[in-house]
């Protein structure tokens, strides 16, 4: 259902709820009828069969036949050697199993413990596992999202949306209809559930809960997910069938031909047989492949890489398509500064420095620090320059409303604010031409072409009584803009250009917006940057035509 495409007013009549939410009796109802708000999770194979489906392969139980027919035959050495082999390779790929193995189930620690609605009009704290379709929920900073909710009423509304996306940088909210079709990463007007209110309210009309909410549709998609068989477990399968026809081939013709040819006695043609079949099993094949595997797989675990089946580190030579994220894997993980223009250098850095809510105490480390992810990009920028922290004597917080936020500080005998925002709305606020506002427009324009987020800078002296007010902040002096961006790894440029000169293909998936992406391919070194797909996309597309335009 396209709730994002409904007016409000459409969403809660078609739930059949009102913004004084439901009554308790009807929720009691809906509740038993729809069931409650918890993913599904697929039920947990147990450590012992875990364990004993090492012994279930065609190789393992040819040499536990082997080591039954070395006991009969009296050489109880050969057989305790042969069955150990059979007992620590199965140890060892149990352990590698367990030791790499992320539960899917993890996915149902993103639901919200609790959650705030309205019944009748009062405010109450529920559990979340009992949130039901059309309970109105009140949203506000520090919230995790319980369930898909349609937004009727936002005021700052920012939401990290990283267990979707995989970005950190927090979206803002809106509660009007939206008419294009749109993937969950843009649907401005909704929130989903396992995601994290930065800042702001809101109150919304639940539209899904458990697994028809995004995070449990992606839970279900994991969990549908076939195991597929490496190559090397193909060829290993296929050499075992082999051996086994073999054996049972030779074994009947040396029956046959003995028996009828030279009439030997079946004491001594048993034992012929058993000395046949000891000598045609590769005792050692399993023994030597899991020390190879092993050793592949340390090998890994050095570089940061952990191998969940010892058989995908042979498979990981073979492979021609390597298909990465990009947020924290191609990337840095971390806003970054990477561009300022500016004619005053030191009062750009002084707003950076102070025109935030993060840092509180000079003594503070930026490191140590945590918040909104610009606002830590500009303060690291910042932070070998050791200027001080100036005292905010009143503050106006950022909205998406008039987009700018501005703070107030002493400055010898006057006051100064420090403005940041959207450069246009800066530039509309201040003393500049409309020539010298559009030569500063051109400028952001070029960072915003390379994926940058822009920030504009300025500020305005006032009298030292005067309070802070929106109606104060015109004929702004503009100091300048800055482009942030998620960086590339140096390391990831250097490793894709590694992959691409031994023939293998990279491709970048990400929850981040086309140009952005666009832009960060290029400085990695990505082939084909020009074509890029977006979800909607590959919605539209058939899979004939999806597997015609993957390959560029």
């Given at each position: 259902?396209?709730w994002y495409?409904?007016?409000?007013e459409q969403?809660?009549n078609k ?5 004084d939410?439901?009554?308790n009796q009807?929720r009691?109802?809906?509740l038993?009828?729809?069931?409650r708000?918890?993913i599904e999770?697929?039920k ?7 364990f004993?489906?090492h ?5 393992m ?9 070395k006991?009969l ?5 050969e ?12 140890f060892v790929g149990?352990?590698?199993e ?5 539960s899917?189930n993890?996915l149902k ?9 309205l ?14 379709q059309g ?10 999202v319980?369930?898909?909710i ?5 005021y700052g ?9 995989g ?5 803002e909210?809106?509660s009007?209809?939206l008419v294009?079709e749109l993937?969950a ?14 800042a702001?309210?809101a109150l919304g009309v ?6 028809t909410?995004e995070?449990g549709?992606i839970?279900q ?10 190559p090397?477990?193909?060829?290993i ?5 082999q ?14 031909f ?9 004491n001594f043609?048993?034992?012929?047989i058993?000395?046949l079949?000891?000598s ?8 030597v492949?899991?020390?190879i595997?092993s050793l ?11 191998i969940?089946?010892l058989?995908?580190?042979e498979?990981l030579g073979s492979?021609?398509?390597i298909c990465?994220?990009?947020t ?5 993980n971390?806003?970054t ?6 004619e005053?250098?030191?009062r750009?850095?002084?707003i950076?420095k102070n ?6 105490k ?10 909104n ?13 050791n200027l ?5 004597l009143a503050?106006?917080?950022f909205s998406?409303?008039y ?7 002493e400055?010898?005998d ?5 403005v940041?925002?959207a450069p246009?709305?800066l530039?509309?606020k201040?003393?500049?031409?409309q ?9 952001a324009?070029?960072l ?9 800078f300025a500020?305005?002296?006032l009298p030292?009584?005067?309070e802070?007010?929106h ?5 702004l002096?503009?100091v300048g803009?800055a482009g942030?961006i998620?960086p ?6 250097q490793?894709v250009?590694?992959?691409q000169q031994?023939g293998i293909s ?5 929850g981040?917006?086309?140009?952005t992406?666009q ?6 070194g990505?082939k084909?940057?020009?074509?890029v ?7 539209r ?12």
């Amino acid at each position: 259902m396209t709730w994002y495409k409904e007016t409000a007013e459409q969403t809660m009549n078609k739930l059949k709820t009102t913004k004084d939410g439901l009554s308790n009796q009807e929720r009691t109802s809906r509740l038993e009828i729809q069931g409650r708000n918890e993913i599904e999770v697929k039920k947990k194979v147990s450590p012992l069969r875990k364990f004993l489906k090492h012994f279930t392969d065609l190789l393992m139980i040819i040499l536990m036949v082997a080591s039954v027919l070395k006991f009969l035959t009296g050489d109880y050495i050969e057989g305790s050697i042969i069955l150990l082999v059979v007992i620590i390779n199965s140890f060892v790929g149990y352990w590698q199993e367990r030791k790499a193995e992320e539960s899917l189930n993890g996915l149902k620690s993103l639901m919200s413990q609790d959650a705030v609605v309205l019944s009748e009009g009062v405010k109450k704290s529920i559990p979340a596992t009992e949130i039901v379709q059309g309970d109105i929920v009140s949203l506000t900073a520090g919230d995790v999202v319980p369930a898909d909710i349609r937004l009727v009423e936002t005021y700052g509304l920012m939401i990290e949306e990283a267990a979707l996306t995989g970005e950190s940088d927090a979206v803002e909210k809106m509660s009007e209809p939206l008419v294009d079709e749109l993937g969950a990463g843009d649907q401005l007007n909704m929130a989903f559930s396992g995601t994290l209110v930065q800042a702001g309210s809101a109150l919304g009309v639940v539209v899904e809960t458990g697994n028809t909410t995004e995070i449990g549709k992606i839970n279900q998609a994991l969990q549908s997910v076939q195991q597929q068989t490496t190559p090397l477990v193909r060829k290993i399968h296929q050499l075992n069938k082999q051996i086994f026809r073999g054996i049972v081939f030779l074994s009947l013709f040396l029956i046959f031909f003995t028996s009828f040819r030279y009439g030997l006695e079946w004491n001594f043609l048993f034992s012929t047989i058993i000395a046949l079949i000891v000598s045609m099993i590769p005792e050692g094949l399993p023994a030597v492949l899991t020390m190879i595997l092993s050793l592949g797989v340390n090998e890994m675990a050095q570089e940061q890489a952990i191998i969940k089946g010892l058989p995908s580190v042979e498979t990981l030579g073979s492979m021609t398509v390597i298909c990465s994220d990009k947020t924290g894997t191609l990337t840095k993980n971390e806003m970054t500064v990477v561009e300022t223009m500016t004619e005053d250098e030191t009062r750009l850095l002084e707003i950076m420095k102070n025109c935030q809510e993060v840092q509180t105490k000079d003594d503070q480390v930026v490191e140590t620090l945590s918040g909104n992810p610009t606002e830590l990009a500009l303060l690291r920028y910042t932070a070998e320059q050791n200027l001080p922290l100036k005292t905010a004597l009143a503050k106006l917080p950022f909205s998406s409303s008039y987009k700018y936020m501005a703070t107030l500080h002493e400055e010898q005998d006057h006051a100064v604010v420090f403005v940041k925002g959207a450069p246009e709305v800066l530039l509309s606020k201040s003393s500049l031409s409309q020539s010298e506002q559009q030569q500063w427009i051109n400028q952001a324009s070029q960072l915003a072409k390379k994926g940058q987020r822009v920030l504009g800078f300025a500020y305005k002296q006032l009298p030292i009584e005067q309070e802070l007010e929106h109606a104060q902040l015109q004929q702004l002096t503009f100091v300048g803009i800055a482009g942030i961006i998620d960086p590339p790894k140096e390391s990831a440029i250097q490793a894709v250009r590694e992959c691409q000169q031994a023939g293998i293909s990279v491709k970048m998936i990400t929850g981040d917006h086309k140009d952005t992406a666009q832009a960060i391919a290029d400085q990695i070194g990505l082939k084909h940057t020009s074509n890029v797909l977006e979800g909607i996309d590959i919605d539209r597309l058939s899979d004939q035509d999806l597997a015609k335009k993957v390959s560029k």
